[in-house]
């Protein structure tokens, strides 16, 4: 079955970085597109920045230029870098894909940006 483990999360001053990875298992990572979503407490959860199997990316606009997403198909793995990092940015922080018309997420992990 399809599982997906995010990790990297954590607390970190406004300005800092932090890098989020997510583990995949059970279809051929390669083929599929993957994207990373945040849910800030009371608000609905958001795309924050996407990448296609042919490693096309996309961004959310508040993240533009602060995040990048990458892929190693070899790992089976998605990351997210995060730089820059502010208060606003605090979230739980998804990675998520989809296989025959099924989402699957990861149980989340969560990024605080607080002095």
């Known amino acids: 079955h399809v599982q997906l483990v995010e990790s990297g999360g954590g607390l970190v001053q406004p300005g800092g970085s932090l890098r989020l990875s997510c583990a995949v298992s059970g279809l051929t990572f390669r083929f599929y597109a993957m994207g990373w979503y945040r849910q800030a407490p009371g608000q609905q959860r958001e795309l924050v920045a996407g990448i296609t199997s042919g490693d096309r990316t996309n961004y959310a606009d508040a993240v533009k230029g602060r995040f990048t997403i990458s892929r190693d198909n070899a790992k089976s793995t998605v990351y997210l870098q995060m730089n820059s990092l502010k208060p606003e940015d605090t979230a739980v922080y998804y990675c998520?894909?989809?296989?025959?018309?099924?989402?699957?997420w990861g149980q989340g992990t969560q990024v605080t940006v607080s002095s």
């Open positions: 998520k894909t989809a296989l025959l018309g099924v989402d699957y």
